[in-house]
């Protein structure tokens, strides 16, 4: 508590290097984390705590409360607090297991070891032993032990590269840069433990993408900003070694301050239970009432005439008390009707669930070695009712990794693979790939099939040689050499990769960069071009250029960037060229590449140095900075000239074709969230097969408020009104998850305890040691085996028939009608239970000529007949038989008679006379032929309507699962494998669009040459994955699967 005062009054940070002891008296936090809940002092108390927050488990303490009052106890307290104890004993070890695993990822993290400059000297350091103000060393591929300022590097001027994908999940490198005044500092470490520069910055925050602070050393102060801090949780990456000094530490770092506090989750099925639960509690409420409200005016009627028999006194016991303590009575009798156990079975199928999950070999990644992983238990039949997927487009749909395609220049296209009579084939294979062995840079990975862009190039075509230097020289990329010499870029995005190293296998090869020269290499001939200005990419520009002088000394402006932007900045005289370049750019679009538009312009000595001085005006101005350079980017990207377009293939992931038509014949909506522009969302769209040709409209929504956005997508829905575009649904493992909880409550339902009124008191039918085992051992087995292995149809049928899916996203299987359902079922049960044996009791003698309706031979009898009727109805629930189903099963049914003969032994009552006084009870009534007879007459009158109300459904109104499930009985064999055909290219008039980076571009840092390398980090490779063939798989899939169902039944057709 004290240390959250602390910091919520901390409005600003003051930090020295190299100083603890200055450090101190501010009481900043070590750099230690807690993720952790409990330790060894307060795990009992705080986690009984959390425990009995529920209101089930307050109910059934209060009801033992109740117990131990021997005026209103019917039941003997250990009926109650057997279950309770064993329900608050495996939530505690659960939780338990869970803060384990917090406090082990806890001191692994807190142990790793970090180099710390203490006395001079480089030390080795826990990560918890880690101080404000102390300067620490990273390596290459190093984690950030906590948030620093960074001091130096291993590059030219303090620049270190860095990997924030544990923040943002960005995996593009990132650039930080040192202030210049500590950059000097290099490896030196007595200069470092020299340093004692102050801090004084921000309160900690959450804010990753801001920072700001002043640095005040050697009588001067510098500002810092973002750039200069490097955050913990990230990579350091291509960059030898730096130094950095500690800022904030532990749980004050950004990171943590963004990871806050778990929320507490509850699916729909834990509401719909709570709202049941109290239903129930309702519903014995009411009952209690009305039984007391009877046991008062029974008292008042009858219960006075026993009052001289049992030696009352007058007046000791009235009526209304006598119903008060009634009340109380039958709550406790009846406590069983609140389904306490169903809160634990639905536990432990959850953690059978999550670690089915986790060993799921289909689910397994065998690129990265990475198996799926469940980290929440709580969630998993959530995943049987997804109704929308939200997903991220760059590393989840794609694997980042794009490919130069092809390309429009001057009017005319290349990369096009043509057949022997002219035609456009996409048959690449079987087509000669252009060599590139003459060229020593070449990249090997790189296939082009178009030996026509190569003759151009020889030919010296000034169009094409125009356009390759543009892709050479306008970019971003920062060059360098690896041990072996081989020439390696470092992009900061894929797409100008793929663009550079398309020009460099066609001969011009971006070679190196200074703040002031690009170098490449044209058709092997060194080229040095002076850069004049880099006009840099941001979000409303979608564009770039640079302006360079040639050797020959003419200054031209080459341009990249989207084609809705850059054709608006043409010269007129390029109309021609520009419908012909559309036409090209809608054909690319058509065949799912992201395109971009190339262009420039040349310039006149004269004017760009006019241009120039207003923009180093523009640069040195304090009010409308922004504004005035981009009016100035605005005034000199005009008049441009066409040169054409490139067209770039972003790979999409293995599967991700077929898994978005697996969810969209689920009937699942699939929301892909990007920060592309909106020609480049819709070609994803696309490629992934989210948007068809065969979709006749569009809607696109551009509002910018809520109210616009309603508006819109109001007009859409009248215009599709009355069409149906909906798909059928599928189905996963876990749609059975549903009903299982339903079972449970079944169960529950018939367990109620019977209450036979003995001069207005109240006695169970049932054994008080049966009611306490009902739950715990002879029917908790069965249900947690049906529900962790049950399966009403194979994963492959379920993946062949999404529409199995609908079910669970409305919610079909486990409802509130199901649950009145299942009540009417259980009363039925319960009177079957009941009266069967008492008609059969009444008045009739044993084999033996005794009289067999005693008291403890009706209890054996109903007890009997329930455990065999719960465990034939779990049997018939059960669709996937395992030798775990079958020892649990039949199982519970030997437990139970093993049990009963013990309880009432000779021996146990040698033992316990007063516990169990029944002696020989159970031998003598289960040896006679006729209690049997009763035993299955109530067997059957109990479980036969089910059959036959299942029998008729099935018959007459099956559903699909149920056709699925007779089709997989009658199919003993495997299916052979279906070929696939190749895939079929589509046309659509849709514009693709190039993808820039999201973040603001590195313009800036190249033009100051702090991003400048002089070191060769190894070189980074990528893994390359084919696409599957979609288009025969979805057709395969939607003629099967309509096939299969129209096997079932002729008048039962599903169409997809």
């Not at 064993?86 to 384990?100: G, P, Q, S």
């Not at 060599?435 to 790189?446: K, M």
């Not at 090209?584 to 679009?589: G, I, N, P, Q, T």
């Not at 409550?745 to 109620?752: A, D, R």
């Amino acid at each position: 508590m004290l240390c959250s005062k602390k910091k919520s009054l901390e409005v600003e940070r003051i930090v020295k290097a190299n100083d603890r002891e200055y450090n101190e008296k501010y009481q900043y936090t070590d750099n230690r984390i807690h993720t952790c809940k409990y330790n060894i002092l307060t795990f009992l108390p705080i986690n009984l705590f959390e425990q009995f927050q529920r209101v089930a488990n307050v109910y059934f303490l209060f009801l033992l409360i109740l117990q131990l009052i021997p005026e209103i106890s019917s039941l003997t307290w250990f009926t109650t607090i057997v279950p309770l104890v064993l329900v608050v004993t495996m939530t505690a070890v659960k939780d338990a297991t869970d803060d384990y695993f917090r406090h082990k990822s806890d001191n692994q993290v807190n142990n790793r070891q970090s180099e710390v400059l203490i006395d001079s000297k480089l030390q080795n350091e826990k990560w918890m032993n880690v101080k404000v103000g102390d300067i620490i060393k990273l390596e290459n591929n190093q984690f950030v032990a906590a948030d620093l300022l960074l001091l130096s590097s291993s590059e030219p001027h303090g620049l270190c590269y860095i990997e924030t994908a544990e923040l943002d999940g960005e995996t593009n490198l990132k650039v930080r840069h040192a202030l210049s005044v500590t950059s000097g500092l290099g490896a030196d470490t007595s200069r470092l433990a020299k340093f004692d520069g102050i801090v004084v910055c921000e309160a900690p925050n959450n804010k990753l993408d801001k920072f700001t602070g002043v640095l005040s050393w050697k009588g001067s102060e510098h500002s810092l900003n973002n750039e200069k801090i490097i955050l913990r949780g990230c990579v350091l990456r291509n960059t030898s070694w730096c130094f950095g000094m500690v800022i904030f530490a532990g749980p004050d770092t950004k990171l943590m301050q963004n990871s806050g506090k778990t929320k507490f989750k509850r699916t729909s099925i834990d509401r719909l239970m709570n709202t049941l639960v109290l239903w129930i509690f309702g519903f014995l409420i009411c009952l209690g009432i009305i039984l007391a409200i009877g046991n008062s005016i029974w008292e008042n009627q009858v219960g006075d005439q026993f009052r001289t028999f049992l030696f009352w006194n007058e007046g000791e016991k009235n009526s209304v008390f006598s119903g008060f303590l009634t009340f109380w009575s039958y709550i406790i009798i009846l406590n069983t009707v609140v389904p306490i156990s169903l809160y634990v079975s639905v536990e432990v199928i959850r953690l059978g669930h999550s670690y089915f999950i986790n060993w799921d070999r289909k689910m397994y990644y065998s690129g990265k070695a990475t198996p799926a992983q469940a980290r929440t238990t709580t969630l998993n039949e959530e995943l049987g009712q997804i109704e929308y997927v939200f997903s991220d487009k760059t590393g989840t749909l794609t694997e980042n990794i794009m490919t130069f395609k092809k390309c429009s220049i001057n009017g005319r296209i290349y990369g096009e693979v043509h057949d022997v009579l002219g035609q456009k084939t996409d048959m690449t294979k079987k087509k000669e790939a252009v060599g590139f062995s003459v060229n020593p840079e070449a990249d090997r990975t790189f296939q082009f099939f178009d030996h026509h862009l190569m003759e151009s190039i020889k030919m010296g075509d000034p169009k094409v040689h125009e356009f390759l230097r543009l892709l050479a020289l306008c970019h971003t990329v920062m060059s360098e050499e690896n041990s072996a010499g081989e020439l390696i870029y470092q992009v900061q995005s894929p797409d100008e990769g793929a663009l550079v190293t398309a020009a460099k296998n066609l001969g011009f090869i971006f070679k190196s960069r200074t703040p002031e020269t690009i170098t490449i290499e044209e058709l092997g001939t060194l080229v040095t071009y002076q850069l004049l200005a880099f006009l840099d990419f941001n979000n409303f520009r979608k564009r770039m250029s640079v302006i360079v002088r040639n050797p020959e000394g003419q200054i031209k402006l080459y341009s990249k960037g989207a084609d809705t932007i850059l054709f608006e900045r043409l010269h007129p005289s390029n109309e021609d060229l520009l419908t012909l370049t559309s036409d090209h750019l809608s054909e690319f679009a058509g065949e799912g590449l992201r395109t971009l538009a190339i262009a420039y312009r040349d310039l006149d000595d004269k004017y760009f140095k006019e241009w120039h001085k207003m923009l180093e005006d523009a640069n040195a101005a304090v009010d409308k900075r922004d504004e005035r350079i981009a009016g100035l980017y605005e005034e000199i990207e005009r008049d441009l000239m066409l040169l054409g377009a490139t067209a770039v293939e972003d790979k999409l992931q293995e599967g991700v074709i077929e898994t978005i038509t697996s969810l969209s014949l689920a009937n699942i909506k699939i929301w892909v969230l990007t920060g592309d522009k909106q020609e480049t969302a819709i070609n994803i769209g696309y490629a992934c097969n989210m948007l068809t040709d065969d979709m006749n409209d569009v809607f696109i929504i551009a509002g910018n408020t809520a109210v616009e956005v309603r508006e819109e997508l109001r007009k859409a829905k009248e215009n599709l009104f009355g069409q149906n575009r909906s798909f059928s649904n599928g189905h996963v493992v876990f749609e059975k998850k549903q009903p299982l909880e339903l079972d449970s409550v079944v169960e529950e339902t018939v367990t109620g305890d019977y209450a036979l009124i003995i001069n207005g008191h109240s006695l169970t039918v049932y054994d008080q040691w049966f009611i306490t085992l009902f739950n715990i051992v002879y029917t908790s087995l069965p249900v947690l085996a049906m529900g962790i292995f049950d399966q009403d149809v194979n994963d492959q049928n379920s993946m062949d028939c999404p529409q199995l899916y609908k079910p669970g996203q409305l919610n079909l299987l486990f409802n509130k009608h199901k649950f009145f359902i299942c009540v009417a079922h259980g009363i039925y049960t319960s009177l079957a239970l009941f009266f069967i044996p008492y008609g059969a009791f009444y008045n009739v003698a044993g084999e033996d000529g005794q009289h067999i309706a005693d008291y403890q031979s009706f209890a054996v009898t109903m007890a009997t007949s329930l455990v065999i009727v719960v465990s034939v109805q779990i049997a018939l629930d059960t669709s996937y038989w395992t030798i775990i189903n079958h020892v649990f099963v039949w199982g519970s049914i030997a437990t139970y008679f093993s049990i009963l003969f013990t309880m009432h032994s000779n021996g146990l009552f040698g033992i316990f006379p007063r516990q169990f006084p029944f002696v020989g009870n159970a031998r003598h009534s289960l040896t006679q032929k006729c209690i049997w007879l009763v035993i299955l007459l109530t067997t059957v009158a109990s479980v036969m309507p089910v059959v036959a109300f299942r029998f008729l459904k099935v018959d007459l109104f099956p559903t699909l699962s149920d056709q699925i499930r007779q089709w997989q009985k009658a199919q003993k064999k495997a299916r052979p494998l279906r070929s696939r055909k190749p895939q079929t290219r589509r046309s659509s008039s849709r514009r693709s669009g190039y993808a820039f980076a999201h973040q603001e571009g590195y313009g800036e840092l190249i033009t100051s040459g702090k991003n400048m390398r002089a070191k060769n980090p190894p070189p980074t490779s990528g893994l390359e994955k084919t696409l599957y063939n979609s288009t025969s798989w979805i057709e395969n899939l939607c003629k099967k699967t309509t096939d299969t169902v129209s096997s079932f039944s002729q008048d039962k057709t599903v169409k997809l």
